[in-house]
């Protein structure tokens, strides 16, 4: 097993993702696409995650190396490759396999809940999920839902927030792999998100407050996931 990250922009690495391959011992690398716009032969990866990042799917004249990853997510799907997108990463995978990218009816910051659709209760990666429970958003735009994708998550206004296409593809609209460290930085990082929104986001003191009482039951949510997604168990 060898496992290729992608990230987009510093402040979003990949946090618990890195944890669970580090404590199973599965060989990973991280490239960032701030710093290198080459990307490596697909064949030299078994899984590939996509993470977040605050530019949008269409952006591609501003963003050049989006069309050189779109490219790439085509031909990891056409080689039956394990993939993984998290927010801007889930619409990177559902702008590839053909749906449409856009402006979502309202911007989600912060904790909302979302449902397991009756798809999402019967797969494995959510299997010790309740039905219903709260996930981190932080995101502008929505997907359509890919021909042939299976909707496993969904939500009020923002409807489609994880998808399952074929075996080996999942897209999350939500941040699955965040920490609470990781929430305080983005906090700083992006605060002009909190200024200017209609209607205007919760404010960064209720965040961190909701971020306190759920970050240790959403990091066991989060690994759960993710080992069965590598296909590993941390021996306890």
């Not at 779109?70 to 993939?83: A, M, P, V």
Request: net charge negative.
């Amino acid at each position: 097993m060898n496992v290729l990250i992608i990230k987009h922009v510093d402040p979003e690495g990949p946090g618990l993702i890195e944890s669970c391959l580090k404590g199973n011992m599965i060989s990973y690398q991280v490239l960032n696409l701030e710093k290198e716009g080459r990307f490596p032969s697909v064949d030299d990866w078994s899984h590939i995650v996509l993470l977040g990042g605050p530019m949008n799917v269409y952006e591609e004249d501003r963003y050049p190396f989006l069309r050189k990853e779109d490219l790439f997510i085509k031909e990891s799907i056409q080689r039956g490759k394990t993939l993984l997108g998290i927010c801007l990463g889930a619409q990177l995978i559902a702008k590839a396999l053909g749906a449409r990218v856009s402006k979502a009816p309202a911007k989600e910051i912060g904790w909302y809940e979302v449902s397991l659709t009756e798809e999402g209760s019967r797969d494995l990666l959510f299997s010790n999920f309740p039905k219903t429970f709260s996930v981190f958003q932080w995101h502008g735009d929505t997907f359509e839902l890919p021909n042939a994708a299976k909707l496993i998550a969904l939500s009020s206004p923002i409807r489609h927030q994880a998808f399952r296409y074929g075996e080996n593809a999942y897209g999350l609209q939500f941040h699955l792999e965040v920490t609470g460290e990781m929430i305080r930085e983005w906090m700083e990082t992006y605060e002009e998100e909190f200024e200017g929104s209609t209607p205007p986001p919760c404010s960064k003191e209720e965040i961190l407050v909701e971020t306190e009482k759920k970050i240790d039951d959403y990091k066991k949510r989060g690994i759960s996931f993710l080992n069965q997604f590598f296909k590993q168990v941390i021996q306890k």
